[in-house]
């Protein structure tokens, strides 16, 4: 996808129609340095995505919070960028099923 489809078309489709259409999706990426990629693979974007109206940007910090916030992202009905940072896919650690996120409250 292109930043025009995903900042512009999927991101404000929903105001330009009143709220009577939603585009959820979720867009899942990885973002970070720190396996020795090139310049053009080691960009943090994550600046540009925060501003777009109509986006929500999610960068979990844990195991934990990849798999809470991942399935919250897909419960929602805004569009969602979901920047996972690349080395934390050597990470392991607990997860508490217990524990219910909502990704509406945790927009800042």
């Known amino acids: 996808m292109s930043m025009d489809q995903i900042g512009n078309q999927s991101a404000k489709i929903r105001y330009m129609f009143g709220g009577q259409i939603s585009v959820p999706m979720v867009i899942r990426t990885q973002g970070g340095t720190g396996r020795s990629g090139g310049a053009q693979h080691s960009q943090s974007l994550e600046s540009w995505i925060m501003y777009i109206p109509g986006l929500y940007l999610v960068m979990p910090s844990n195991p934990n919070d990849a798999y809470h916030l991942l399935r919250d992202s897909l419960q929602t009905n805004t569009p ?8 934390l896919y050597n990470f392991e650690g607990p997860l508490d099923k217990k524990i219910k996120y909502n990704l509406e409250k945790q927009i800042y």
Do not use: C, G, N
Request: charged residues 25%; proline residues 0%.
């Open 80 to 87: 969602t960028v979901f920047i996972e940072h690349k080395l």
